[in-house]
Nanobody
Framework: QVQLVESGGGSVQAGGSLRLSCAAS????????MAWFRQAPGKAREGVAA???????SYADSVKGRFTISKDKVKNLLYLQMDSLKPEDTAMYYC????????????????????WGQGTQVTVSS
């Protein structure tokens, strides 16, 4: 059973940085895609960044140049380095995995992901 556990959220002032981590376990095959999504109060969940098993990466336009997704294959950890944070980045951030089915390369589409973590809150104050 795939399990995803996020950590690293918190409160920061605008312009600051945070790094989120996602501990992943339960993958028996090497082909899967991992991503970060976020959901602000009253808004739909949206894809932020994705990293596919072949190294393909995608970012939402709103975070390009500020966020960096990466993975430590040895430790099975997914990271999201968030720099130059803005108040509009405030949201619950979720780690997600597409595994055992099909998905678009480095997808940012909600429907492509079938495993989710519990989320970690990020709050950016102005």
């Amino acid at each position: 059973q795939v399990q995803l556990v996020e950590s690293g959220g918190g409160s920061v002032q605008a312009g600051g940085s945070l790094r989120l981590s996602c501990a992943a376990s339960g993958f028996h095959y090497s082909s899967y895609c991992m991503a970060w999504f976020r959901q602000a109060p009253g808004k739909a969940r949206e894809g932020v960044a994705a990293l596919d098993s072949d190294g393909t990466i995608s970012y939402a336009d709103s975070v390009k140049g500020r966020f960096t997704i990466s993975k430590d294959k040895v430790k099975n950890l997914l990271y999201l380095q968030m720099d130059s944070l803005k108040p509009e980045d405030t949201a619950m951030y979720y780690c997600a995995a597409a595994y055992g089915g099909s998905w678009s390369p480095a997808s940012l589409m909600l429907a492509d992901y079938n495993y989710w973590g519990q989320g970690t809150q990020v709050t950016v104050s102005s």
